[in-house]
């Protein structure tokens, strides 16, 4: 059991706290509810640019990392379509330098033109080199669209292109910052050896004068139900074919995301999964197989891709994949086999409370899509999952119909 306490700033600011006695260290995760979703359809890959920006300096600390390191500390951050999420370690007795780092970015970045212009052009280095230049790297660029023909799911973190950031205007990308990185937008974990009354003292300190902030308004359009398969093929200098198949699934919060995720792993969670023995050890058909869940917020993808070993045709490897997909659909997994997959489920769960990081981060996260007491509640959800929902499931997601499928040929075969 993960115990917290959690309390709100008159400036919308949300605080938990987690008091963890076991370690030295003290963790500050920050979340903003701002991911590529967020963004405008002509301009993507903000949110991502201001992962950057946000380590540029702030109104009153010119260099981040500096004063950090030099109290031991350390920091990083992630961006996906949902969310950014910032978070530093330190001991507990310099805690107090990351409520001053973490506020100060929060009140005001240092932007200049020079600035900005340095992190588009790393960002856009970075779409070159992580996406277009490197091989299968642009293949969720090309399924995203395919699987989502009206939420913003349809571009990646990156963005759609990179002249969307090359064209971004200052004034467009300041404002960008004020109208999503705000108090009354975040959500604040501190994890560690702390009392409540602790962090209260500091977040009212650090934080309690930041205004709140006007945000921008988010209007994230439904995906409309898919009712027929779509197909693309595309060629590249690859060395061997792959396919991907996208499933849509349901959202974060829908009392079928724990049978769906427990599918995903049914079916390609290690060695002993189904399609890794079937597919890869007995039949040779795949060198390698994968399927996983996306795990957005809003609808999100069930994700199955497999690289073809070389003497086999695409079509071929498509039904003998479809063919260990249809027994989901038609057969309910053994007793030991859904056993299985539920205990490695729990076992990460259990691990990632061992680390005050990661509780800060779940803590977090969980506190915006529902409530921070989800931490304490999902393994029961995913123990209560039946072998009858994981078919029924199944049926409805793992239907052609609800499939994109991405035929991704080598040019070399």
Request: proline share 4%.
């Amino acid at each position: 059991m993960v115990h917290f306490d959690k309390f709100i700033l008159e400036n919308g600011l949300k605080v938990i706290v987690n008091q963890d006695k076991t370690t030295p260290i003290v963790t500050i995760n920050l979340l903003y509810n701002v991911g590529a979703k967020h963004e405008d359809p002509h301009r993507t890959g903000f949110a991502h640019l201001f992962e950057h920006l946000m380590f540029e300096g702030s109104k009153h600390i010119p260099v981040y990392d500096t004063p950090l390191q030099m109290v031991g500390g350390d920091n990083n951050a992630f961006t996906n379509n949902d969310i950014t999420n910032y978070y530093l370690t330190l001991p507990k007795e310099n805690m107090e330098t990351g409520f001053w780092l973490e506020s100060d970015r929060m009140l005001e970045l240092a932007l200049t033109k020079e600035k900005i212009e340095i992190q588009k052009n790393v960002v856009i280095e970075e779409f070159n080199q992580r996406y277009l230049n490197q091989p299968y790297g642009d293949a969720f660029l090309i399924l995203r669209p395919m699987a989502y023909q009206k939420h913003p799911y349809r571009w990646s973190t990156i963005g759609k292109d990179p002249s969307h950031i090359q064209k971004a205007g200052f004034e467009e990308i300041r404002d960008f910052f004020y109208k999503h990185y705000a108090p009354n937008n975040a959500i604040i974990t501190v994890a560690g050896n702390v009392t409540t009354d602790e962090i209260k003292e500091l977040t009212e300190k650090w934080f309690g004068e930041i205004p709140h902030r006007k945000l921008a308004h988010k209007n994230i359009p439904e995906e409309p139900r898919q009712d027929q398969p779509r197909k693309k093929e595309v060629f590249r200098d690859v060395p061997q074919d792959t396919i991907y198949k996208a499933y849509h699934m349901c959202d974060r919060n829908h009392e079928d995301f724990y049978a769906t995720d427990l599918i995903s792993d049914l079916l390609a969670n290690g060695n002993s999964s189904r399609l890794h023995q079937k597919l890869v050890k007995e039949k040779n058909i795949f060198n390698t197989i994968d399927a996983y869940i996306t795990g957005d917020i809003d609808e999100g993808l069930l994700m199955v891709s497999g690289n073809i070993a070389g003497n086999i045709n695409m079509r071929n490897a498509e039904e003998e994949l479809q063919n260990e997909l249809n027994k989901l659909k038609t057969h309910l997994p053994a007793k030991k086999e859904l056993e299985k997959v539920k205990n490695k489920v729990e076992s990460v769960k259990i691990y990632t409370r061992t680390s005050s990081l990661h509780k800060a981060i779940n803590l977090s996260f969980y506190e915006l899509i529902e409530d921070a007491q989800k931490i304490n509640t999902e393994i029961e959800e995913y123990r209560n999952v039946t072998a009858e929902k994981i078919k029924e499931v199944s049926q409805q997601v793992l239907d052609e119909n609800n499939c994109s499928t991405l035929y991704y040929h080598s040019k070399n075969k």
